[in-house]
């Protein structure tokens, strides 16, 4: 009896081949779809933008760095960069840590200094 009762369940739970599986592979595709526009695509834009910044800069932009050092771009490097950020005061940073130029720390509301 427990026997015929197995072989029933075996027998009723062949796959369909149905709209149910389409239906599932759909919702996966949609999923990632949805990470791909919402989330990576944004910071790739994102990355490409600040890349094209940094190899745009050129000496005499005043910058903002990533810790927070306000300076002036004496010397450009392949990797690094010179900052004076006072007079005589020279500082050597790598080039990644450079955020923001003295334009968009005025737009962004964001003051030297304080």
Sequence with gaps: MLS???LQAAQGA???G??????????IVALIAIFYFFM???????????????????KGDKVMTAG?????????KDS???????D?????IDKAMIYQTAQEVAETGAEPGK
Excluded: C, H, W
């Excluded at 990576?40 to 050129?58: A, C, G, M, T, V």
């Excluded at 005589?88 to 050597?92: D, H, S």
């Design 18 to 27: 149905g709209i149910a599986d389409y239906s599932s592979l759909i919702m």
């Design 88 to 92: 005589g005061v020279r500082i050597t």
């Design 40 to 58: 990576i695509r944004p910071q790739q834009q994102k990355q490409k933008k600040i890349n094209e910044f940094r190899s745009s800069l050129k």
């Design 14 to 16: 062949a796959p369909s």
């Design 80 to 86: 690094t960069v010179i900052l004076e950020v006072a």
């Design 68 to 76: 927070g050092i306000y300076g002036r771009i004496v010397t450009i």
């Design 4 to 6: 015929t009762i197995l």
